[in-house]
């Protein structure tokens, strides 16, 4: 059976952007999908250099990633920011296939806009109810414990009043039942603080976990973006698998520098992850290591673990992610040491408690 198709209309009708490049930097062809978007005629899009639509802060990132097209490999999921006529920012995920014969390079972009919109809100609403959460918290127990002084006090003068000299019988009974008040209040707040401290505790109580099984629950849950940003993942936990230490706490450090080692990974590199476990004078350590854009330590200095501290160019760059890893591991009684150098990657070392 044959199927004649008009493979022009669907070039037309696809809802992605399609486009074809040459590698002198110039589009060659796009569907309607591309001026309708970005708001150009196709004449202007075809009469200016690509790079000229690309958000310039992306411009430099995008040159690598060319770069890697042209020497024959395909890109799958790359991101960046373009401008749109009437100068707004949409993010757009490209898959890319060079042709080297012909000097082309066909590709499809799909815009990524609102989900990079929801994606910030997510991590600006985390943020937030992490703060409430922790100011509820904070002014939870310190109102009941700045109760608890008057209560005192009223005990106090109480037990200080000379009975003898109150005659009234009626007003006798009032003190005493005032005073059995007073205990029961005091003995009710004490009881709720207690509760409440114990609460928090739990939230950060450390457990004999598995490291590589809570390694590989977090690669599970993440296997579509390790597949697609085609990500080599090597672990070895020979030197140590369990640890004390909250499973939570272990899964977000997994997930959040497992994820930004894809994100800033380098555009002609595929991700490489290296994570092991040492012993070293009598100290367990995990190291986790990458081999991506890395950074300046000389710039960032002692920002590298601050809330809301970026160093790349990222419109999800948030600066979350290492504030959390940063605190889980100083919850724990732990350390967290970090080295790194632009377009060399980074490595990041955890030092557990010694009884852990």
Request: aromatic letters at 10%; proline letters at 3%.
């Amino acid at each position: 059976m044959s199927i004649d198709f008009d493979y022009k209309r669907f070039f037309d009708i696809s809802p992605d952007l399609v486009c074809i490049a040459g590698y002198d930097g110039y589009f060659k062809k796009v569907n309607s999908a591309v001026p309708k978007l970005l708001g150009y005629t196709k004449q202007e899009l075809y009469s200016r250099p690509i790079d000229e639509f690309i958000f310039e802060e992306d411009r430099e990132l995008t040159s690598r990633a060319r770069k890697s097209i042209i020497n024959s490999n395909t890109l799958f999921n790359f991101e960046n920011r373009y401008v749109k006529k009437n100068g707004e920012l949409v993010w757009l995920a490209w898959t890319s296939q060079p042709v080297e014969s012909e000097k082309l390079v066909f590709a499809i972009a799909k815009n990524i806009t609102h989900k990079k919109k929801l994606e910030t809100e997510r991590l600006h609403l985390i943020d937030s109810l992490t703060k409430l959460n922790n100011e509820l918290k904070q002014v939870t127990l310190t109102t009941s414990h700045d109760l608890r002084s008057p209560i005192s006090s009223l005990q106090i003068i109480f037990e200080l009043l000379d009975h003898s000299k109150i005659s009234d019988q009626e007003t006798l009974e009032l003190i005493e039942l005032l005073k059995l008040t007073g205990k029961n209040i005091k003995v009710t707040l004490n009881s709720f603080v207690d509760l409440l401290s114990e609460k928090i505790s739990e939230q950060s109580e450390p457990e004999e976990v598995n490291m590589e099984e809570v390694l590989d629950t977090v690669l599970q849950s993440i296997s579509p973006l390790i597949k697609a940003s085609k990500t080599a993942i090597h672990s070895d936990f020979s030197n140590f698998t369990k640890i004390r230490f909250n499973k939570m706490y272990l899964e977000s450090i997994y997930l959040n520098l497992i994820t930004n080692a894809i994100k800033y990974s380098r555009p002609d590199h595929a991700p490489v992850i290296s994570i092991y476990t040492k012993f070293k004078n009598g100290t367990k350590r995990l190291i986790i290591s990458d081999n991506g854009l890395g950074f300046d330590m000389k710039k960032v200095k002692d920002r590298i673990f601050g809330i809301h501290q970026t160093f790349h160019n990222h419109e999800d760059s948030k600066g979350v992610g290492l504030y959390l890893v940063h605190n889980h591991v100083k919850s724990m009684g732990g350390e967290i040491k970090v080295k790194s150098s632009p377009n060399k990657g980074t490595k990041f070392e955890i030092n557990f408690k010694k009884q852990a």
